[in-house]
């Protein structure tokens, strides 16, 4: 069964507009959740993260929203610009993987950015 | 560079072959982790070394899999007899000794194809 599920395949925005990225989870024992990009042929690389004990972190363009009672978070990049263009991965840490260390991992979003 | 590096970057064997994976982790990062991506899939954990300590061996798929780090630096994934569901993208993470929110720095991954 997922555990974090970005139900979203893909995602198309205008230059300029918002993105609006979604992540559902069903276990509540998560402690913290990130979002990372990846860009094809490169790993991964962290973006952003939020503690289970708050409901919002900002970083620049990017602010991430916790709603701990949905099980839900999302990912805001505002204003979107093409190099913004990647695929998107939202995971989750904590008890609610059984240790501290393990990641779970979404299956990921594809953004695209048109100008 | 200063990032995490895994070799080959790309690899085509043939079914039943053994095939090595290598992976050197960022200078003074104790956590490594090895994590399989295949396609349209999401990050899936393989395996967790911290330090000293015994391995988390829990994600291997199967016995064919198996990892080794040496002297607490590089480590090796390496897969025995080889079938087609084995292709995919195998990513190398590292981080600093997890303590709550652990934030896991990516190579660029091995792309494996078994034909």
């Known amino acids: 069964d997922q555990q974090v599920k970005q139900n979203s395949p893909s995602l198309s925005v205008q230059e300029g507009r918002i993105s609006i990225l979604n992540c559902d989870y069903t276990?509540?024992?998560?402690?913290?959740f990130l979002w990372y990009k990846k860009y094809p042929a490169e790993g991964p690389t962290f973006l952003i993260s939020i503690s289970s004990i708050k409901d919002k972190n900002e970083d620049g363009r990017f602010t991430v929203f916790l709603n701990k009672s949905a099980k839900h978070l999302s990912l805001h990049i505002v204003p979107s610009q093409p190099g913004d263009s990647a695929v998107y991965f939202c995971?989750?840490?904590?008890?609610?993987?059984?240790?501290?260390?393990?990641?779970?991992f979404g299956k990921g979003t594809l953004l695209t950015v048109n100008p | 560079g200063a990032g995490v590096s895994q070799s080959p970057s790309n690899k085509v064997t043939e079914k039943g072959k053994d095939v090595e994976l290598r992976c050197d982790p960022i200078?003074?990062?104790?956590?490594l982790y090895w994590y399989r991506q295949s396609l349209g899939q999401g990050l899936e954990f393989l395996i967790y070394f911290q330090g000293n300590s015994a391995p988390d061996k829990s994600g291997l798929p199967s016995d064919r899999f198996s990892a080794e780090r040496t002297g607490g630096s590089v480590s090796t994934l390496t897969i025995q007899r080889t079938q087609q569901e084995d292709s995919a993208v195998y990513l190398c993470?590292?981080?600093?000794?997890?303590?709550?929110?652990?934030?896991?720095?990516f190579g660029p991954g091995t792309r494996l194809t078994v034909l």
């Open positions: 200078s003074g990062h104790t956590a």
């Open positions: 993470a590292s981080s600093l000794a997890p303590r709550g929110y652990n934030e896991q720095f």
């Open positions: 995971a989750a840490g904590g008890r609610g993987g059984g240790s501290n260390y393990k990641l779970t």
């Open positions: 276990n509540s024992m998560f402690d913290y």
